[in-house]
């Protein structure tokens, strides 16, 4: 067993140097400026204490940089899972209350668990079952429903709601309770957050700012929001206004502590759970590729789930909250250089010392302030050019992506999440239980084939071949057998009938019983099976069953022999009876690791 695949901190620790150390120190001391103002907003998101933000920004890091694979992914709480949150420990417990934060910890750790064991068993894969539109569908869903949802700190009126239906009813029903002083304070922030984020940095750059600089000071302005609301709250008194602040924040490093372990709870939070662990999955696996591509490196994703779930696992058991890669701090982390997971840790160093020294400074930090920080940040994960583009290039794609921002919206975070998963699912099988395939023919002069319908080919009313596009299984087996009995009916003179298998990496046993009524069938209409290019993994199986026995054709190495022998004009030399292509029988046979190749044919 090679340890550096299960810690991945062996592969770059014993090369870690001076230079690394350097660039990680300065990404680290720039993400925790930054990470600072977003835990405190997203455990607020999360309707948790300010100070569990803070926690959440701490041992998750250090234990990421141990076990996770990605050199500049920035693990904390981000805005779609502290709704998720929210919206599930909501059901379970009143928000302010110890059990509500007991059930934000067990949620935690049941995520970490999961994630866990599913990087232990290397189910990484699954991930690939949410398809892009759905997952971007629900992100852009979710981000207007966390806009919406703070619009009532900025306004300082009272209101609730977990769609986007309930908060505007809400929020239209408290106009009249609107706090002038806040509503100043949540404007005034928005208004400077937006054109820092779209002007400040080109002002810079004009002004003779170099690009990088530039850059970390425009995505360091909520910084500036905080302490100048901050500032100004406390000068003004404006808490005696109206003026909502967050209040004392405990002093000191996270605390000790251990989840629940209510069965009822366990079991009114594992939908939650499983479902912040994919999407949380989704967007870290997501945001690393996207990185690591950049500098020609490469993540685990199986390990990533192991990463994440010792993340989240860590979270649980020192008062955090569920963690996941966020994009914008791991793209600040990326830009200010960091080398290593160490960044990580070190930032972890810097949260600890913010949560030690710097909580007496934010108790008068205007919560409207941390409402227009997540607004603004949230709203830049707000898609709507990305619903036009699935538009305009697949109509599927687009149903499912219209039916997950609409069940979001309209029902739940929760909803729209399983909405989308079911409808990636029938999606995928729909499209392959009905795999394409077309009746090729010869490009003249050459031994290339392609479709009748597009292309002016060589054909023969005596043969007829089917290029399958797919790979064959219980969902489009039958398909295959209607598609393939139709050919033969439509062409009363049909001698030879030719599956040209180059696409298809598996026959499972659904396939492969309607492979043998095709070609009992056939065989009752005097029309003989072939295949061609069939994969060496597939061939292997195929030789062990009653089919390669019977079948009423031969296997060819290519579309091209097919053609020729069964046209009279190849002397067959390059095809073999099914039952023939017995391993080792041809010399010249090969073998690897994984799956034994069909023969290599003279």
């Known amino acids: 067993m090679n340890p550096k695949?299960?810690?991945?901190?062996?592969?770059?620790?014993?090369?870690?140097?001076?230079?690394?150390?350097?660039?990680?120190?300065?990404?680290?001391?720039?993400?925790?400026i930054m990470l600072i103002p977003?835990?405190?907003?997203?455990?607020?998101?999360?309707?948790?204490?300010?100070?569990?933000?803070?926690?959440?920004?701490?041992?998750?890091?250090?234990?990421y940089a141990v076990f996770g694979t990605s050199r500049t992914l920035a693990v904390g709480p981000v805005a779609v899972v502290s709704l998720m949150t929210a919206a599930a420990v909501g059901q379970v417990a009143p928000q302010g209350t110890p059990e509500y934060l007991g059930a934000a910890l067990v949620l935690a750790l049941m995520s970490g668990l999961i994630l866990t064991l599913m990087g232990v068993a290397r189910l990484g894969f699954l991930a690939n079952f949410l398809s892009?539109?759905?997952?971007?569908?629900?992100?852009?869903?979710s981000g207007l429903i966390i806009a919406a949802s703070q619009l009532k700190h900025v306004l300082g009126v009272e209101a609730s709601g977990h769609n986007l239906l309930e908060l505007v009813v809400g929020l239209g029903g408290q106009l009249g309770s609107v706090n002038l002083p806040t509503l100043v304070i949540g404007l005034g922030v928005l208004a400077f957050l937006?054109?820092?984020?779209?002007?400040?940095?080109?002002?810079?750059?004009?002004?003779?700012?170099?690009s990088r600089p530039a850059d970390m000071l425009t995505k360091?302005?909520?910084?500036?929001?905080?302490?100048?609301?901050?500032?100004?709250?406390?000068?003004?008194?404006?808490?005696?206004?109206?003026?909502?602040?967050?209040?004392?924040?405990?002093?000191?490093?996270?605390?000790?502590?251990?989840p629940g372990f209510d069965s009822g709870l366990w079991s009114q939070l594992f939908v939650a759970a499983l479902l912040i662990s994919i999407v949380g999955f989704v967007e870290s696996v997501s945001v690393g590729q996207t990185l690591a591509a950049k500098r020609r490196q490469r993540i685990d994703p199986d390990q990533e789930l192991v990463g994440l779930g010792t993340s989240n696992i860590a979270a649980s058991l020192t008062g955090g909250m569920p963690v996941t890669g966020g994009f914008s701090r791991s793209v600040v982390n990326f830009d200010a250089g960091a080398e290593t997971p160490a960044a990580g840790?070190?930032?972890?160093?810097?949260?600890?010392?913010?949560?030690?020294?710097?909580?007496?400074?934010?108790?008068?930090?205007?919560?409207?302030?941390?409402?227009?920080?997540?607004?603004?940040?949230?709203?830049?994960?707000?898609?709507?050019?990305?619903?036009?583009?699935?538009?305009?290039?697949?109509?599927?794609?687009?149903?499912?992506?219209?039916?997950?921002?609409?069940?979001?919206?309209?029902h739940g975070v929760e909803s729209g999440i399983m909405v989308g998963v079911g409808l990636s699912l029938a999606l995928h099988l729909y499209r392959t239980s009905r795999p394409h395939s077309a009746v090729v023919g010869r490009v003249p002069g050459t031994e290339h084939f392609r479709?009748?319908?597009?292309?002016?080919?060589?054909?023969?009313?005596?043969?007829?071949?089917?290029?399958?596009?797919?790979?064959?299984?219980?969902?489009?087996?039958?398909?295959?057998?209607?598609?393939?009995?139709?050919?033969?009916?439509?062409?009363?003179?049909?001698e030879h009938i030719v599956l040209a298998c180059q696409a298809v990496n598996i026959i499972d046993a659904s396939a492969l019983e309607s492979l043998e009524a095709i070609n009992a069938r056939l065989k009752d209409s005097g029309v003989a099976l072939h295949l061609a290019e069939v994969k060496g993994p597939v061939m292997d199986r195929l030789q062990h069953t009653e089919f390669c026995h019977e079948?009423?054709?031969?296997?060819?190495?290519?579309?091209?022999?097919?053609?020729?022998e069964l046209r009279g004009v190849g002397d067959g030399r390059l095809s073999r009876r099914c039952a023939e292509m017995q391993l080792g029988a041809v010399p010249g046979a090969t073998f690897d690791d994984e799956a034994q190749p069909h023969p290599r044919l003279p």
């Not at 901050?230 to 000191?252: C, E, I, K, M, Y």
């Not at 009748?452 to 790979?471: C, F, K």
């Not at 969902?475 to 003179?493: I, S």
């Open 132 to 141: 892009h539109p759905v997952i971007s569908g629900f992100i852009t869903a």
């Open 551 to 564: 079948m009423t054709g031969k296997v060819f190495l290519s579309t091209f022999d097919a053609w020729q």
């Open 194 to 210: 937006y054109a820092a984020r779209r002007w400040l940095k080109p002002t810079l750059r004009r002004l003779g700012v170099p």
């Open 345 to 410: 840790a070190f930032t972890a160093v810097g949260i600890g010392v913010a949560a030690l020294l710097l909580t007496p400074l934010i108790a008068y930090l205007p919560i409207a302030t941390l409402a227009a920080t997540i607004i603004v940040a949230v709203l830049s994960l707000v898609d709507f050019a990305a619903i036009k583009r699935t538009w305009d290039y697949s109509r599927g794609d687009f149903a499912a992506m219209l039916a997950t921002i609409a069940v979001t919206l309209g």
């Open 220 to 258: 360091a302005a909520p910084i500036l929001a905080v302490a100048v609301t901050t500032l100004a709250s406390w000068g003004l008194r404006l808490d005696q206004h109206g003026v909502a602040v967050v209040g004392a924040v405990p002093a000191g490093l996270p605390p000790l502590t251990l």
């Open 38 to 63: 977003q835990s405190l907003a997203y455990a607020m998101l999360a309707g948790l204490p300010p100070e569990v933000g803070l926690y959440a920004s701490i041992t998750p890091l250090v234990v």
């Open 451 to 494: 479709n009748v319908q597009r292309h002016r080919v060589e054909t023969d009313e005596r043969l007829t071949i089917l290029r399958v596009d797919e790979s064959l299984y219980f969902a489009n087996a039958r398909y295959l057998e209607d598609t393939v009995m139709e050919l033969a009916a439509r062409q009363p003179g049909l």
């Open 5 to 32: 695949r299960y810690l991945p901190i062996l592969q770059w620790l014993p090369d870690y140097g001076r230079s690394a150390l350097a660039s990680d120190l300065l990404a680290a001391v720039i993400v925790t």
